[in-house]
């Protein structure tokens, strides 16, 4: 079974940085497709970045130029650096991986969430 834990979330200041991990175990072939989700209270979740077979595939409109999602294959792990960050980033965030595209679909695991306060 796959396995996906998530860390690096925190409080921040505006205009901070953070980054997330998100590190796989357990039977991860072919697993080529990873993507972070956030959701705020009293919004909708949302699709922050996409990353297939280590190579970023999307970001949503807001953090451009702000995040990078990247991975490295020998530690099984995808990161999400976020630089000047805003209140308005503040969400809990999930990772999430499938063997398919994960753009217009979840794909089947998520990680257990972890939390990013970024303070005005």
């Known amino acids: 079974q796959v396995q996906l834990v998530e860390s690096g979330g925190g409080l921040v200041q505006a205009g901070g940085s953070l980054r997330l991990s998100c590190a796989a175990s357990?039977?991860?072939?072919?697993?080529?497709?990873v993507g972070w989700h956030r959701q705020a209270p009293g919004k909708q979740r949302e699709l922050v970045a996409t990353i297939t077979s280590g190579r970023p595939t999307h970001y949503t409109d807001s953090v451009k130029g702000r995040f990078t999602i990247s991975r490295d294959n020998v530690k099984n792990t995808v990161y999400l650096q976020m630089n000047n960050l805003k209140p308005e980033d503040t969400a809990v965030y999930y990772c999430?991986?499938?063997?398919?595209?994960?753009?217009?679909?979840?794909?089947?695991?998520w990680g257990q969430g972890t939390q990013v306060t970024v303070s005005s």
């Open positions: 999430n991986a499938g063997y398919s595209d994960i753009t217009t679909h979840p794909g089947p695991y």
């Open positions: 357990g039977r991860a072939f072919r697993l080529n497709y």
